[in-house]
């Protein structure tokens, strides 16, 4: 098995912010595969957009899905059955939330002076999603797909997105700002699904656990980035860069989206 594993966020990072290419990564990519590292998508998407996206990246290595709520790996990637995980189509699934219907519940429940000023993917056609994100309206269609969460898009100010953000935490769920959406979901996250994921490959050889990388641009990264023993931080045009506590092997880049990407992983690679 690998003794090196890359953790990636998605938009932003391997997905160019604006329109979802991935070429200026593709030699670095198809390097890696070679090579044999894996390269675990780890993002807010859900499991129905990952599922094509990863046949379009060539990558049959597990995924980590909205915002570490699961972790999906395929049957028979590993030689043993992943810890507590139970059976969903081609894959084992390790959840570590609850379902998304509880945390619509919820909403509905503690939000109600605000139900004018933000509308969540349940409450949006494919369409809406598609304008709101540059998908086309079939993968907009996969991204409302959600399995444990809910992405709002706030319309109302900004002490109003505090107050209501502080109402939902208080009565139990954990807020994620991403680069166009608040996440309305459990006490789950990115860096516990890549300890759980990194110590399965461990299991693996039962031997060191492999090096993890993880490459991110956004406050939703940063459980991960800080998970991982290499972090690269990419540049975004969007919105600042995340800071991470304590003591860090980081790499900014100097490029944004796949470009920084690839600058990145190069740069950990020594290639």
């Avoid at 997905?15 to 044999?36: M, S, V």
């Avoid at 049959?60 to 189509?89: D, Q």
Wanted: net charge negative; charged share 25%; proline share 5%.
């Amino acid at each position: 098995m690998t003794t090196r594993v890359i953790y990636t966020d998605l938009d932003g990072s391997l997905l160019d912010h604006e329109d979802y290419t991935h070429a200026p990564a593709d030699k670095l990519l198809a390097e890696l595969e070679k090579a044999g590292i894996p390269v675990v998508p780890c993002t807010s998407k859900t499991r129905t957009e990952l599922l094509p996206l990863r046949e379009e990246l060539g990558n049959s290595h597990p995924f980590i899905f909205e915002n570490g709520a699961a972790v999906a790996i395929p049957h028979g990637y590993f030689g043993h059955k992943p810890e507590n995980s139970r059976s969903k189509g081609d894959f084992w699934v390790r959840s570590f939330t609850l379902p998304r219907e509880h945390w619509l519940s919820l909403i509905r429940r503690v939000a109600g002076e605000y139900k004018d000023e933000y509308r969540g993917f349940s409450d949006m056609r494919d369409d809406e999603v598609a304008q709101l994100t540059g998908l086309t309206v079939k993968q907009a269609g996969q991204a409302r797909q959600r399995e444990y969460g809910e992405p709002i898009h706030w319309l109302g100010s900004a002490d109003r997105l505090r107050s209501f953000s502080e109402i939902l935490q208080q009565a139990g769920a954990v807020i994620l700002h991403g680069g166009r959406f608040m996440h309305v979901s459990g006490r789950s996250d990115k860096g516990q699904a890549l300890r759980w994921l990194n110590l399965q490959y461990q299991m693996e050889t039962d031997g060191e656990p492999p090096l993890s990388i993880a490459a991110g641009d956004s406050q939703n990264d940063i459980a991960m980035l800080e998970a991982a023993d290499q972090a690269l931080i990419i540049k975004s045009a969007a919105h600042p860069a995340p800071r991470l506590e304590g003591a860090h092997n980081t790499y900014y880049s100097a490029a944004c989206g796949p470009a920084g990407w690839a600058e990145g992983i190069r740069h950990f690679l020594g290639t």
